[in-house]
């Protein structure tokens, strides 16, 4: 199965996590990836040059039908929610989900809904439940599901939460997960 | 009866083979089918045109709004909506998105102030078209903008919206007194220069905006899906709009503005809506790139 998005979902410690994940991935890397960090709507796009320099993947912060492209990452602007339409995104600034605009639940089912089982759903570390809906319907619409194990994450609420209520396929500590998504997708098509 | 049922399956079937053919996906799913059922529907039986919405969020609002109305899947609210005029007007309302605030994203005022205000100036009167204005806010922020800025009696400001409920509240101007707060402070970043108290009267739980705002604002039922251009203007504000149309819509809806644009006219879009996706693309410069304000080429 060729693996063609990875939806990223985290809040509390995320900058660190997305770090030690962004900076482990191949310039070559053949999916792409799409990601909800909760954030004060009134953040600029300090987040994404940060986490630039950690990675020699292109980082957007996503304009309105901007075009998905394998190998680049694409971050869920401040105040906006990020959905998944089959090749490109859209924002909405629809009522907040579980209290988050962005929200990772809106971006995981987007994204499972149009990419069904070619898509992998990642939960890094967070302080809500927010993501866990999400996973479930990716996981049900057929998408691998990982989850960062709660030991290894700054803030375990997330993660044991979706452990908890979804069949999670690989739970693993942070610095497995981007060697995991090598394989997942590297061993894709071949 | 029988004939126009038909009719409405062999429309609906060309809709669903143009679909295949622009090569979305392969075949689609059920549920995707029902969405697409329910939004023929509507437009058949109330002429509601959501059929180039971006179909994410829309499917997003359609099933919250079958949780929110006790239904347990979208046939159900299809055979609902087509015979019960009251659930259709609901759900057109569910269909809406009505976030705002005044002066929301600040720096977009700022921009306005340091990089059109100087432009405006030139003018000895100027037209303003706010699209899709909803509850009023933004279109209230830029009169007090203009008022600030010494411009206020020189220009006209245009503020349409499709929903004629929130058209309402905005006329009205008065607004929720607990909200004031986040507005004022909203309106010290955005570069306000006097009191934000100064223009509202407290009233009970409400702020009453002070009528000489309202003086030089008309505001109108317009759509901009099927509503065509009704004025040349001088800036055009549509913000967090056209998020909601596909990019076939958004060409359309490009193509209105660009042609109800004077030259040298300015466009404003929301802070994460871009020209570059659309075919109006070379059409405009970047005034303020960061802020989505674009001056017409010529």
């Known amino acids: 199965m060729a693996y063609e998005l990875i939806a990223i979902g985290t809040s509390l410690g995320g900058l660190s996590a997305l770090k030690t994940l962004l900076r482990s991935l191949p310039t070559a890397f053949p999916a792409a990836l799409a990601i909800v960090q909760h954030r004060h709507k009134e953040s600029d796009q300090g987040l994404s040059s940060f986490l630039q320099k950690f990675t020699g993947l292109p980082v957007h912060e996503v304009e309105d039908k901007e075009r998905i492209q394998p190998g680049h990452v694409y971050f869920a602007p401040a105040d906006y929610h990020l959905l998944v339409e089959y090749g490109y995104f859209s924002l909405s600034v629809d009522e907040p989900v579980s209290y988050a605009r962005p929200s990772i639940d809106v971006l995981l089912e987007s994204a499972s809904d149009v990419y069904n089982e070619r898509v992998i759903g990642v939960l890094l570390t967070g302080a809500n439940h927010d993501g866990v809906q999400g996973l479930r319907s990716l996981k049900a619409r057929g998408g691998m599901t990982i989850v960062q194990a709660p030991d290894t994450a700054e803030s375990p609420i997330l993660p044991e939460a979706a452990i908890a209520a979804v069949n999670v396929d690989w739970v693993l500590p942070l610095n497995d997960i981007a060697p995991r998504l090598i394989h997942l997708c590297g061993a894709a098509g071949v | ?298």
Not at chain 2, 133 to 156: D, F, K, N, P
Not at chain 2, 158 to 182: C, F, H, S
Not at chain 2, 265 to 292: P, W
């Open chain 2, 1 to 298: 009866m029988g004939f126009r049922l038909n009719l409405c399956i062999a429309l609906t079937l060309l809709t669903v083979v143009r679909i295949h053919c622009a090569g979305s996906v392969g075949i689609l799913k059920p549920d995707d089918v029902d969405i697409h059922l329910l939004i023929e529907g509507l437009y058949h039986r109330y002429g509601y045109d959501f059929r180039n919405y971006a179909k994410a969020s829309l499917k997003r609002r359609i099933y919250s709004f079958l949780r929110a109305e006790h239904l347990s899947s979208v046939p159900e609210l299809q055979a609902q909506m087509l015979r019960d005029r009251a659930c259709a007007d609901r759900l057109l309302l569910g269909l809406t998105v009505n976030t705002t605030a005044m002066f929301r994203d600040p720096t977009f005022y700022i921009a306005f102030r340091q990089q059109v205000v100087p432009l405006l100036r030139t003018y000895p009167f100027f037209r303003i078209w706010h699209a899709g204005c909803s509850t009023g806010q933004e279109v209230y922020s830029m009169a007090i903008l203009l008022q600030e800025e010494g411009l206020y009696h020189r220009c006209r400001i245009y503020a349409t919206d499709a929903n004629d409920r929130v058209l309402q509240t905005a006329r009205q101007g008065i607004y929720p007194y607990k909200q004031m707060q986040e507005y004022t402070q909203l309106y010290l970043k955005a570069g306000g220069q006097r009191t934000f108290s100064e223009y509202y009267t407290a009233h009970y739980n409400n702020a009453i905006l002070r009528p000489f705002l309202r003086e030089r604002i008309v505001f109108g039922e317009h759509n901009l899906v099927t509503d065509g251009s009704f004025n040349e203007f001088n800036v055009i504000i549509c913000r967090n709009v056209l998020i909601y149309f596909n990019q076939a819509l958004q060409n359309q809806v490009h193509e209105l503005f660009y042609n109800s644009l004077c030259k040298f006219g300015i466009l404003g879009l929301g802070k994460q809506e871009t020209i570059r996706f659309t075919k109006y693309e070379t059409a405009y410069d970047d005034l303020a790139k960061a802020e989505k304000l674009y001056r017409r080429r010529s």
